[in-house]
């Protein structure tokens, strides 16, 4: 992959903007990208963590085994976000999964070295990644809570609200939330099935609290989606 092409990766990411332009193009010319077929693991748990990775094409799930061997959806992350992350917060060994989710899933891998070292001569960048590791650890925390006090139906409209307030595009009244997620994969977020994700949305859809096609969900007011 070209300098430039590099470059265009980088810029794209939205970790990345906080970061000088200087330290950007000194950065271009040294990243191999990987990529990585549908369904390919990226990491297992047990595996040492050494780097931190970000998505410069495609989706990427997290998740992890139960004992029973039952697989659990953490998260379901596309193009411009960051993972492997508690790699920076101490963590030596995975205890979760990567997969990627679509073929040519295309990912800059970063050692905990050059990590660092940005880190250390950039505090946005270090304060950045700090709210990122722990929205993330409240949002696990949040969605364990859900599954033992919440029925399916809530869990899938919380599950709407937070994506609103994390992805949504403010238009007067209405929310608008590009959304890169198959109901199979809102399904397996909420710890619900593809049919229960479907009812809830056609039901809240009949109420004109949201529209929704394959590539974005419109709430028409946040504060009457319930």
Known sequence: MSEVSNLWYFENVDLFNVLCP??????????VFNKFKKEQFIYFPEETSHHVYMIAEGRVKIGSYTSEGKEVVKAILGKGELFGELALA???????????????????????????????????????LLKLVGLRLRKTERRLEALVFKDARTRIVDFLRDQAEEKGQKVGYETLIPSYLTHKDIAALTGTSRQTVTTTLNELRDKNLINFDRRKILIRDLTKLS
């Open 22 to 31: 200087h330290k950007v193009k000194g950065l271009g010319g040294k990243h």
């Open 90 to 128: 101490g963590e030596e060994i995975r205890t979760d999964f990567a997969q990627a989710m679509d073929n040519n899933t295309t990912i800059c891998p970063m050692s905990l070295e050059e990590m660092n070292e940005m880190m250390a001569h950039n505090k946005p960048l270090s304060f950045k």
